[in-house]
C-alpha cells in the first residue's frame, strides 16, 4: 500500500490505539492493497477520549462498559452502582487502554476478514465484505445480549465467512 495512505489513515486514527501497536498495523497495512484501506477504515474505532468522558459522568450505570461493548460488565455496574464505586473508579484509569486495546481487535479482525476472502480467491467486493462484516456485528451483540449462544455465533461466523 502507498505509504502516503498508511501515514493518511495512521493520523487520521493514531489515538485510537496504543503507541506499541502503532508498528504492528503499519506493518499490517503495508502488505494489504490499496483498495482494501476503505474497508479498514470503515470500521466502528471507539474513541477512547469519549469512553473516558462516559466513565466519568456515567461510569456509575455501566454507560462506558456498554459502549465499549462489554455487555456483562455494564449489567453488573447498572445493578450495582459500580460495584459501589469501585469498578467505576478503576474503570476511570483503565477505560482508555481498553478502549484502545479493543480498536485493536476490531483492526485485526477486520484486516483477518478482509484476508479470508483474498485466501479463498474470492474477489473482494467491498459492498459484499462490509455486509459480512454488519452481519457478524449483529450475531455478536445477539450474543452479547444472551440470545443465542457462543456455539451459534460461531457457526453463524463460519457459515458468513465461508
Do not use: H
Not at 484509569?93 to 479493543?102: G, H, L, Y
Amino acid at each position: 500500500m502507498n505509504q502516503e495512505k498508511i501515514q493518511m489513515f495512521m493520523m487520521s486514527n493514531q489515538k485510537n490505539f496504543e503507541a506499541s501497536q502503532i508498528p504492528i498495523i503499519t506493518e499490517k497495512l503495508q502488505q494489504l492493497d490499496e483498495d482494501k484501506l476503505m474497508f479498514i477504515s470503515s470500521a466502528n474505532y471507539k474513541d477512547p477520549t469519549t469512553l473516558l468522558m462516559l466513565s466519568l459522568f456515567l461510569g456509575g450505570l455501566g454507560v462506558d462498559r456498554f459502549a465499549l461493548g462489554d455487555t456483562g460488565i455494564g449489567v453488573l455496574k447498572l445493578l450495582t452502582g459500580g460495584c459501589f464505586g469501585i469498578l467505576t473508579i478503576i474503570d476511570w484509569f483503565t477505560i482508555m487502554s481498553k478502549a484502545r486495546q479493543k480498536n485493536f481487535e476490531i483492526f485485526m479482525e477486520t484486516v483477518n476478514i478482509e484476508s479470508q476472502f483474498v485466501s479463498n480467491n474470492t474477489p473482494l467486493q467491498l459492498g459484499n465484505a462490509q455486509n459480512t462484516v454488519e452481519e457478524i456485528k449483529k450475531y455478536k451483540q445477539l450474543l452479547d445480549s444472551g440470545i443465542i449462544t457462543q456455539e451459534e455465533f460461531e457457526l453463524k461466523k463460519q457459515e458468513l465467512l465461508g
